[in-house]
């Protein structure tokens, strides 16, 4: 890839990252519906590591990650590791075994979206005195889950666009 298009990409990558961050983080906690705030930043990293691989997806991951985190204010970057590693997975993956395509993109992302909610309920669970009743969050984290999947209908097309021209620029495909 050259500067220039390599300088370009960043810049979409971390346009899109802000514009994304903007929305979970500023507009959506001021629009709850019904008491919920959507995960989009897990869902533009799922959507970048299917599209573009496991390089690109890692670390996009990682900052999308320290996004949500900060998002969220959650401790110890718990959504930091969980991102990072989806995006090294997901693009591994996508590299490799699955398929790029929107049937692929919403399954990854609500398998990612499931495990985002197991890692937000679990310590509330297991370690909040007193301890909040499992039967009381997974409602609310089912109802978050399919709220971040219908925002993820939109968010698709932004990272197809964006895989498809990082596939113009780099006709070779992914850089491995």
Same mark, same amino acid.
């Given at each position: 890839m050259k500067k220039k298009a390599l300088f370009i990409s960043i810049?979409?990558?971390? &346009?899109?990252l802000m514009l994304v961050y903007v929305f979970q983080g500023v507009i959506f906690p001021f629009m709850r519906l019904g008491g919920l705030v959507p995960l989009l930043l897990p869902v533009?990293?799922? /959507?970048?590591?299917?599209?573009?691989? @496991?390089?690109t997806g890692g670390v996009v /991951?990682?900052?999308?990650?320290? &996004?949500?985190?900060?998002?969220?204010? @959650? *401790?110890?970057?718990?959504?930091?590791?969980?991102l990072t590693l989806t995006?090294?997975?997901? /693009?591994?993956?996508?590299?490799?075994?699955i398929l790029? /395509?929107? #049937?692929?993109?919403?399954i990854s992302c609500?398998? #990612?979206? !499931?495990?985002?909610?197991? !890692?937000? !309920?679990? +310590?509330? #669970?297991?370690?909040?005195? +007193?301890?909040? *009743?499992?039967?009381? &969050?997974l409602p609310i984290a089912i109802q978050q889950t399919a709220y971040s999947l219908i925002l993820a209908f939109p968010i698709w097309f932004f990272v197809r666009a964006l895989g498809n021209w990082a596939d113009k620029i780099a006709p070779s495909g992914r850089t491995y």
């Open positions: 810049f979409l990558h971390t &346009l899109l533009t990293a799922t /959507g970048i590591a299917l599209y573009e691989g @496991r390089d /991951g990682l900052f999308a990650g320290i &996004l949500c985190d900060v998002s969220f204010n @959650r *401790p110890a970057g718990t959504f930091t590791v969980l995006g090294l997975i997901i /693009g591994t993956l996508a590299d490799t075994v790029r /395509g929107f #049937v692929t993109y919403y609500a398998v #990612v979206l !499931v495990i985002s909610a197991f !890692v937000q !309920v679990f +310590p509330i #669970v297991a370690f909040s005195d +007193p301890a909040i *009743p499992l039967h009381e &969050l």
